[in-house]
């Protein structure tokens, strides 16, 4: 040590005091909460609690953002699926004791036996459109 170095300059640089990393984590914390609470408000419509870190427990928002995706298709294909039954058999809330058999013969009961694109596709008579669930949201917007 005779350039002028001590033990103190090797060791390399100081970690902040217990206290400070935890207000910092803190921070970012309610940053985050703040920023999915707009998101969820905005574009879910659910009230905004920034004082909840549910997001958090999201691991797939993560490892795998592309994953929240699939909540977006499956609402698509579902309202697809769900006008086509409409359009064929009528509304199938009131109690229609045919319903089940008529869908099960024409989606269920395949397995894997057929890819699902397919069965769905012949199903409705071409591939998944948007139209329907888009026609749910303007339907719901007018109540």
Not at 86 to 107: C, E, H, I, K
Not at 136 to 141: E, P, S, Y
Request: no cysteine; proline share 8%; charged share 20%.
């Amino acid at each position: 040590m005779t350039d002028g170095a001590t033990p103190s300059t090797l060791s390399g640089p100081t970690r902040a005091p217990t206290s400070t990393r935890r207000a910092v984590l803190n921070t970012i914390r309610k940053l985050a909460n703040r920023i999915w609470a707009d998101i969820t408000s905005r574009y879910l419509r659910i009230r905004p609690h920034p004082e909840w870190s549910w997001w958090a427990m999201r691991g797939q928002l993560v490892n795998s953002p592309g994953y929240m995706l699939n909540y977006a298709f499956g609402a698509i294909l579902i309202a697809d699926i769900r006008a086509r039954l409409v359009a064929v058999r009528g509304p199938f809330t009131t109690g229609d004791p045919g319903w089940y058999p008529w869908v099960a013969s024409r989606l269920y009961r395949f397995g894997h036996e057929r890819p699902a694109r397919l069965v769905v596709q012949e199903f409705l008579g071409r591939p998944v459109k948007a139209s329907a669930l888009l026609s749910d949201l303007a339907r719901i917007r007018r109540q």
